[in-house]
């Protein structure tokens, strides 16, 4: 009768409230070679789905909050700093023994409108950084193990700095700016730069690496490189290269946003059927034994539990079905194909 009852319950309860209710599959973790990690990004919204919560903390090791920590979400109005949802990340993963990382402190995307509609003096704009970093990286001390300080800096055409309003508020010294705030704020975090599309070699890579080298010469404080890996199955020329000039400079280097997109029909199935998704699986190992290949390669994460939460249909109209995991939690070939490269099949 009790059973039965909470049969009930649980069934209404995606009627009720819109969480889907969806069974995790029994997987094998994910168990990278050496010190590295293996992590996933996470809604806060979506842990009310048992099956979603189940499957990340029975395949990941860490976790990143998706958007919780961004600036709209943590100080979404001047001085009131908000941080519920990114504690209930943190809260989760850290119950279920998993490390976290923080993304990001500083991103000329999901600001709030009041930052975005100033016009701070520099003078004021650093103390509106300082205080931002201070704020946020103090709340979470100890139970951060990893930020992203400054996220996609760098344009993709020229490798120059984009066009913020960090930018233009600071000079381009905003970017030591942050990493050295940050430090003060949390000595013991790594601190990262995180950007797109700089893991093959290109005018994006080369100015990544400009940055990075610069930032090295006049000793600001960062740690690594987090390349974000939103991928198709297209080739990565210079892949390898890539990393070890990452490397060379003295950095951690970090896999931190993974999904290889296909091209899929209306109902959001690959339209290459088994075929697709077995290049997608191969893209997986690629990206992954390139990390494990690499000594200094420290963490590897995963954009998303499943294809149904995915960010990529809505950006990239025509494709999706990018993570290892269908909208119905079942276990594609890449996640098999993932977990054998990070083990260093
Ligand atoms: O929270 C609102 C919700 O209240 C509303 O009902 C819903 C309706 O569309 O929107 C929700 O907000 C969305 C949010 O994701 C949460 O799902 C925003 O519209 C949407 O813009 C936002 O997209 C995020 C995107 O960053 C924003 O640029 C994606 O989830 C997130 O995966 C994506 O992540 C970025 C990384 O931070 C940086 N690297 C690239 C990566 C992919 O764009």
Known sequence: MVVALLVGVAALRGTL?????????????????????????????????????????????????????????????????????ADRVVDWARSHGMRVRGHALVWHL??????????????????????????????FRGRIHEWDVVNEAVEDDRGALRDTPWLRWIGPEYVD???????????????????????????KADGVLRLLR????????????????????????????????????????????????VPVGGDGAPTGGEAALADQAGRYATLARGCVALPACKGFVVWGVDDADSWVPEAYPGEGAALPFDGDLREKPAYGALRDALAGG
């Open 214 to 261: 610069g930032l090295k010469a006049r000793g600001v404080p960062v740690d690594a490189v987090g390349l974000q890996g939103h991928v198709s199955t297209e080739r990565l020329p210079g892949f390898t290269a890539t990393l070890e000039r990452y490397a060379a400079l003295g950095l951690d280097v970090l896999f931190t946003e993974v999904d290889v997109r």
């Open 17 to 85: 409230d819109g969480v889907p209710d969806r069974d995790a599959p029994a997987v094998s973790p994910l168990r990278p070679a050496g010190d590295r990690y293996a992590g996933v990004a996470i809604r806060a919204d979506l842990l009310d789905d048992e099956g979603y919560a189940e499957l990340a903390a029975r395949a990941y090791g860490a976790v990143t909050p998706e958007n919780e920590l961004k600036w709209e979400r943590t100080q979404p109005e001047r001085g009131r700093y908000t941080f519920d949802d």
């Open 110 to 139: 999901q600001n709030p409108r009041w930052l975005t509609d100033l016009r701070p003096s520099r003078r004021r704009a650093i103390a509106l950084l300082r205080d931002h970093i201070r704020t946020v990286m103090g709340h």
């Open 177 to 203: 700016l942050a990493f050295r705030f940050a430090r003060e704020a949390d000595p013991r975090a790594r601190l990262v730069y995180n950007d797109y599309g700089a893991e093959q070699e290109g005018t």
